[in-house]
């Protein structure tokens, strides 16, 4: 049986939203990374050089994780989500992969952005990861019907 766990990081509340419509069109579990530190408003403001996650992003900084996937082993499938940030995957998604071993695992990325398309996004997590087996990759709106969800992950 292909169980599968749906992971996200959402620090708006973009890719929660995506993540929960995932989840349920394609009966798999929940499963929030979450930052020690919640992100403020003021933390996310991408146009301000020494904000939070603008330092994070530029100098490669992780931030420490409240929680771990608990038993990760049961799950053949992963799918990863996030909102892009600068182009690729936030800081954050790197140390869960560090923290998480997800070897052996079928892993689709999908991603949240206003108006970038995935492709670099997909390109870097790749790079960074290579002895992982991702899948494929999308972009989600949110706005998808349940059967859009579901074919993504089962072709």
């Not at 994780?65 to 996030?82: A, Q, S």
């Not at 052996?104 to 398309?117: A, D, L, M, Q």
């Not at 790749?126 to 087996?133: E, I, Q, S, T, Y």
Request: net charge negative.
């Amino acid at each position: 049986m292909n169980k599968i766990l749906v992971c996200y990081f959402s620090a708006t509340g973009v890719t929660k939203k995506v993540a929960e419509k995932l989840s349920q069109a394609i009966e798999g579990d929940l499963f929030e990374i979450e930052p020690q530190e919640r992100y403020s408003e003021k933390d996310l403001d991408w146009m301000d050089h020494n904000s939070r996650s603008s330092i994070e992003m530029s100098q490669g900084i992780k931030p420490n994780i409240k929680n771990t996937v608990p038993n990760r082993e049961d799950y053949d499938t992963i799918c990863l989500g996030f909102p892009i940030w600068w182009y690729k995957e936030p800081t954050i998604i790197n140390q869960f992969l560090e923290e998480n071993d997800m070897t052996g695992k079928n892993i689709y990325i999908f991603v949240t952005s206003g108006s970038s398309t995935i492709d670099s996004t997909y390109k870097s997590i790749k790079d960074d990861f290579p002895h992982l087996n991702f899948v494929k990759g999308k972009r989600f709106t949110g706005t998808e019907s349940t059967k859009e969800y579901q074919k993504w992950v089962v072709e």
